[in-house]
DNA sequence: GCGACAG
DNA sequence: ATCTTGTCGC
């Protein structure tokens, strides 16, 4: 059982953690089949210290939800831009946990090597928890792009220090782009074309859009805490 | 020193 | 991230 707890932590100790972490990441095309892909997400409540997190598993290419893993944590480290994983990968792992079975592959709402130490939360949880991972993220942190072409489908590179970490992905017609990023055993090709596969009629992706309706619903109380199969 | 800044 | 009313467009 691997606990995470970062709550002692300084950012300059989490940094030098994203520097250890880095040399564990695996960039490289996908090869294993996608049958289950999740997504995990986090919610809470405005200067609240309680994190509600959520992994939503679904069945692929279907997009049909087969259950979901909810668990509520304390957690002291604030938001940071660029430290984001600090304050959410605990409550996640305690929801991966929780996971009677493990999907193939784990869309994380944020970015993955599009980071400006290359580690963002869907490589940082990648690496810990030894899974394949991609980020797709509402907003750029780091690097450059030139907008995709306004018809869904279309991307453009993400670059950073001339290196290409991501793409812009414009999900539907005429709606601003999501950014995504491997985070570990993925490369940039093939998590712009299965996130593309994820698109249903919304413009996050379902595994995204899915996990955040559903930690939310618990954060309201809505649905229990622990996993409920659907 | 000045902006930019995932959730 | 969360809260919130109204407005625009398919």
Redesign the pocket.
Known sequence: MLTLNYDTLTVTAATQIQKDLRDDIVIQARNFPVNIIAGA??????FSTTVYAGIILIRFPELIPIGYSLIKKEVLFP?V?????F??ASALMGAWEQLPLKPDLLVV???GIA?PRG????A?FGVLAKTPAV?C??????GKYEEPSSEKGSSTPLIFKNEVVGAALRAKNAVKPVFVSPGYGMDVPGTVEIITQCVGRYRLPEPTRLA?NI??RF??GEVPEGYTEV
């Open positions: 997400d986090i919610s809470f409540n405005k938001y831009p660029g430290y984001l994983a304050r959410e709402d944020g970015h980071h580690m963002g939360i869907a940082h980020g993220a509402k907003k750029v942190l780091c955040h930690v939310n954060r309201l």
